[in-house]
Nanobody
Framework: DVQLVESGGGSVQAGGSVRLSCTASGNTRTCSMGWFRQNPGKGREGLASIEADGTTTYADSVKGRFTISRDISLNTVYLQMDNLKPEDTAMYYC?????????????????WGQGTQVTVS
């Protein structure tokens, strides 16, 4: 199994930016990586994914504001979040999966981090 650790969350004012990081203990070079968020009582929302070849996909709710990237050499995936809105407040998770497709489905992913909280006011 791959161990994932998110960092970079915190409190920010509306219109501000935050960069989240997700570092893997194992080799994720051939994995597709995704970022999700969740609020209490709600399901996980898929935000963005990046495949092993660097192909990225975004949910409409964050397209143009969020950017996913990865540094293969550091086994790290990033989520740059700009122009944040109060409705972006949530716990943010990264996840890893083998294979392609259905990136927005949380149960497609094999490994998850513990999450990092982002609060926008």
């Amino acid at each position: 199994d791959v161990q994932l650790v998110e960092s970079g969350g915190g409190s920010v004012q509306a219109g501000g930016s935050v960069r989240l990081s997700c570092t893997a203990s194992g080799n994720t070079r051939t994995c597709s990586m995704g970022w999700f968020r969740q609020n209490p009582g709600k399901g996980r929302e898929g935000l963005a994914s990046i495949e092993a070849d660097g192909t990225t996909t975004y949910a409409d709710s964050v397209k143009g504001r969020f950017t996913i990237s990865r540094d293969i050499s550091l086994n790290t995936v990033y989520l740059q979040m700009d122009n944040l809105k109060p409705e972006d407040t949530a716990m943010y998770y990264c996840a890893a999966k083998v294979g392609l497709g259905r990136w927005w489905i949380d149960h497609e992913y094999n490994d998850w981090g513990q999450g990092t909280q982002v609060t926008v006011s």
